[in-house]
């Protein structure tokens, strides 16, 4: 079992920046890859950035050069961390943030956070 807890959301204006921040706790030794998704109402929640265990990354079109995903330590026995530095933000960059560690060995499951707001006002 892994547990996931996102910190770092809150009320920002166009053009700040914030980080969020996520650890994973647990058997974390089996887990490939973290990443962040976001969700607003009345839409499907949608990939922002992810990272896996190697350092690859891959963003949505619409953050991409503007926001930055970083971890540490995925797959490992230690705390397994995850960052979305988030710059210029826009009013459309407004939704609640999860974060999601994804085990792609031994159960092949996908944990997630309970969600952070970022709401950015203009």
């Known amino acids: 079992q892994v547990h996931v807890v996102e910190s770092g959301g809150g009320f920002v204006q166009v053009g700040d920046s914030l980080r969020l921040s996520c650890a994973a706790s647990g058997d974390t030794s089996c887990l490939r890859a973290m990443g962040w998704y976001r969700q607003v109402p009345g839409k499907e ?4 950035a992810a990272v ?3 350092g690859s990354t891959v963003y949505a079109p619409s953050v ?6 970083s971890g540490e330590n995925i797959g490992t026995n230690t705390k397994n961390t995850v960052d979305l530095q988030m710059n210029n933000l826009k009013p459309e960059d407004t939704a609640v943030y999860y974060c999601l560690a994804r085990d792609m060995v031994c159960h092949n499951q996908e944990y997630w956070g309970q969600g952070t707001q970022v709401t950015v006002s203009s």
């Open 45 to 48: 929640r949608e990939l922002v």
């Open 52 to 54: 896996t265990d190697g």
């Open 64 to 69: 991409k050069g503007r926001f930055t995903i």
